[in-house]
């Protein structure tokens, strides 16, 4: 408005202002595309004096690859260019089969970063961890080459070894490690019991993801006679890389009754997305403990980050990975594919990840167990309590069923300090879901 009545008094001088910031808009334009001809002609240039001139002979398809796919792959990490073998070797992924180490990987700082090992794939028997950087594979240097291409040096037939030089925080020197490669069969979702919490363990966001995460908690809620006899559910997202977005809505809509779960915003606003949940909630509204890791990317954080923001879950754990875009997988001629980062996402209250993570309600480091030997097994004496005494009295206050009670207990308390010496994270949650349950006044074992 002020502009408008600035021009109403300025008369023939906002003529002339107007008219050019109309004609810069259109000069530009017109320059714009000359200069990208000239570019383009720079590159044919460029690649005319390759093959004619470069010292051996070169497979020209292959250079004209190599240019697309640095094209892509300075936009971004997540960016490139899939040629045929990728982009099917990829579709078969997501179906949660395919072979390899196991592990999903980035780039920073040019060698190659573990974004996490997948459980029970040769990376994660082999002791590899999220954050390691692998230097070398089978003694050559990944310096200097493309994501892609430290991949491919990675891939080999199932059943062969690679050897990969690996640099750890905390670990003086780096140090190798010898893998099996191997056909790696994904479960999607590993679900159990463990003192009266069902543990759902998402490896991964594949096709199969939201279905497996149902049929296992239906499994285990009626094994435990009911979700009324369940103190709540631990859904452990921990070196979970992600994978497909569909599937992380379907994930966290599962808890949700409504609201956002996330949304995405692009280079254009109209083409932001926002997706909702829908009523029903699977748990009956039971309380659920997030676990995440410096492993959990992408799709997991998409899940932690929607049940955090509704105070549907408690997030445990530490800082997850920050992955916060989305690629989008568009089809290309010779059925290739390029793998284009074409949005960012938020959480339903408008934060975004990328670069900074999901940071845990309860920070809980797990701590690394130091190995056991035989001699320090032997120097541990047993302890020796009144029922062991020989002539000792006995209890005559309580019935048989109350003894069986204190030793079910005590039992449990038994399995209870073996998890947490075991998987400290997880014990943490399951704790934390026993206290809702006194809280509420329900009995913890029912």
């Given amino acids: 408005m002020k502009k408008f009545l600035m021009a109403a008094a300025a008369g023939t ?23 990208v001809y000239e570019q383009l002609d720079l590159f044919g240039d460029i690649f005319e004096r390759i093959r004619s001139q470069y010292v051996e002979d070169v497979d020209e398809s292959e250079l004209i690859k190599a240019a697309i796919n640095g094209m892509l792959t300075s936009l971004d990490p997540h960016s490139s260019y899939m040629s045929p073998d990728d982009a099917a070797d990829m579709r078969v992924q997501t179906r949660g089969e395919f072979g390899g180490l196991g592990i999903e990987v980035t780039q920073e700082e040019g060698f190659v970063k573990v974004v996490s090992p997948i459980d029970g794939t040769p990376a994660d028997n082999a002791g590899i961890e999220a954050g390691d950087f692998i230097t070398h594979v089978d003694g050559e240097s990944v310096l200097g080459l493309t994501l892609d291409e430290a991949v491919d040096l990675m891939r080999g037939p199932v059943g062969s070894e690679i050897l990969i030089t690996v640099v750890r925080e905390g670990e003086a020197e780096p140090f190798d490690v010898s893998i099996i490669r191997d056909t ?5 979702v590993r679900a159990r019991t463990e003192q009266n919490a069902i543990v759902l363990r998402v490896t991964t966001f594949n096709d199969q993801t939201s279905k497996n995460l149902k049929s296992g908690l239906e499994e285990q809620a009626e094994a435990a006679g009911g979700l009324e006899n369940v103190d709540g559910i631990v859904l452990d997202l921990r070196n979970n890389p992600g994978g497909l977005l569909t599937q992380a809505i379907k994930v966290s809509d599962a808890f949700l009754d409504k609201g956002e779960i996330v949304s995405t915003r692009g280079r254009n606003p109209e083409e932001g997305e926002r997706f909702n949940a829908t009523p029903g909630d699977l748990t009956g509204g039971k309380p659920i403990v997030v676990l995440i890791n410096g492993g959990s990317a992408s799709a997991s954080e998409i899940v932690a980050g929607a049940l955090q923001d509704h105070h549907r879950a408690i997030v445990v754990g530490t800082k997850s990975f920050g992955k916060g875009s989305v690629q989008t997988v568009m089809p290309l001629r010779g059925d290739g594919a390029m793998r284009l980062t074409t949005a960012r996402y938020y959480t339903p209250s408008g934060r975004s990840i990328q670069a900074l993570g999901v940071s845990p309600d309860i920070v809980v480091t797990q701590p690394r167990r130091a190995p056991e030997t035989e001699e320090s097994e032997e120097q541990t004496p047993r302890a020796r309590f009144e029922a062991d005494l020989r002539g000792r009295l006995d209890n005559d206050s309580l019935s048989e069923d109350e003894v069986r009670q204190i030793e079910e207990e005590r039992a449990r308390a038994e399995a209870a300090a073996k998890l947490r010496e075991e998987d400290y994270q997880l014990a943490y949650a399951i704790d934390i879901l026993k206290g809702f349950t006194t809280l509420s006044g329900a009995p913890l074992q029912k």
């Fill in 13 to 35: 001088l906002t003529g002339i202002i107007v008219t050019t910031q109309v004609a810069a808009p259109l000069l530009a334009q017109e320059s714009r595309p000359s200069n």
């Fill in 184 to 188: 790696i069969k994904l479960t999607a």
